[in-house]
């Protein structure tokens, strides 16, 4: 019996995250939940939407699944998924992109990993303003997580048996933050010889991913254009109801969906559960479940191709928990 901290978050979170944990445990994997709520509901009850016990939690047990969380706007509060990768040091950012036959795509057989340094850039957080008519933010790129990003990028490539790593700035406007990922990246991509290494602007990386996902595999890059490129890839797929991400550290890894809370949503039990539900098959291949994790992406493929026990956004008519219930059904 394994610990896991379950962050259900707020809007649809809550309905997913139930989904996620029903076809988990239908997959055979034990494991005790302990749920720790994050959002804006809890602002009233604990004055922040990221109580000290959540932190407190995914530290004690290492490993935690997310749903999706709301930050109010205009509070004064910061995004609480940038706070909590920051306050965890979770300096990683897996964002998978695979074609699952039966969502609607122009693109056929899409394979390809999104890795995102998530600690620094504009994300630090350092704005200022100068005058009333301007303001200031500080892009903070440093050699120490751009060698850690880079490794991290390169040591999954080669266990992934993947065969190249493009490393994607704006290196020739930002000459000395974005140059200086690269040069990181350089460093880090002597020390594998066997994997392909690649540079490319990020305005390039955009028209040829829409040209021809093929061409690329393992993409690396700085927060913000990480940020950004993964939405483009997810909506090459045919959109982030599909797309599952993982935030990992050194001792300590978050897997959430890429998607947002959609509180207009909330209560419907309408919202798609495959984007928690991969993220928990990224959980579970973390923690060395790998033969429930290719069962759970097993079933879910099966499912969705046949398209008949699925969400409204994939084309049927079932609820949230019933494509879950079917899923679970086919495991």
């Not at 065969?163 to 002597?190: H, M, P, Q, R, W």
């Not at 940020?227 to 991400?245: K, V």
């Not at 098959?281 to 790998?290: G, N, Q």
Request: net charge neutral; aromatic share 4%.
């Amino acid at each position: 019996m394994r610990n896991i901290t379950l962050i259900p978050g707020d809007g649809i979170g809550r309905e997913i995250s139930e989904a996620a944990k029903l076809v988990i445990e239908a997959a055979g994997v034990k494991i005790n939940w302990d749920i720790a709520n994050a959002g804006a509901e809890c602002i009233e009850a604990k004055g922040t939407p990221l109580p000290e016990d959540v932190l407190d939690s995914v530290r004690k047990n290492k490993i935690a699944l997310k749903g999706p969380i709301t930050t109010p706007i205009g509070t004064g509060f910061r995004s609480v998924n940038v706070s909590l990768r920051k306050k965890l040091n979770l300096f990683a950012n897996l964002r998978p992109a695979k074609t699952i036959k039966g969502v609607k795509s122009r693109y056929e057989d899409v394979d390809l990993i999104v890795v995102r340094e998530n600690t620094e850039d504009l994300y630090a957080g350092i704005e200022r303003q100068i005058d009333k008519d301007t303001a200031e933010t500080i892009k903070i790129i440093t050699r120490k997580a751009s060698e850690k990003i880079s490794e991290f990028a390169f040591q999954y490539a080669k266990n992934e048996n993947r065969k190249k790593v493009t490393a994607v700035t704006k290196a020739n406007i930002c000459k000395l933050t974005d140059g200086l990922f690269l040069e990181a990246s350089k460093k880090i991509a002597e020390k594998y010889p066997e994997i392909e290494y690649e540079e490319i602007l990020v305005d390039n990386l955009c028209m040829k991913l829409v040209r021809d996902p093929s061409l690329f595999d393992v993409l690396l890059l700085p927060n913000l254009y990480g940020d950004i490129i993964s939405d483009l890839t997810a909506g090459l797929i045919g959109g982030l109801g599909i797309a599952p991400g993982a935030n990992i550290g050194e001792n300590m890894a978050v897997f959430e969906p890429v998607h947002g809370s959609a509180p207009k949503m909330a209560g419907a039990n309408k919202a798609n559960p495959t984007a928690i539900i991969l993220s928990g098959v990224l959980m579970l291949k973390h923690i060395k479940e790998t033969k429930a994790a290719d069962k759970i992406y097993k079933a879910i493929s099966e499912v969705i191709k046949e398209g008949k026990e699925v969400t409204y956004d994939l084309g049927g008519n079932a609820t949230t928990m019933q494509m879950a219930e079917a899923i679970a059904k086919r495991l």
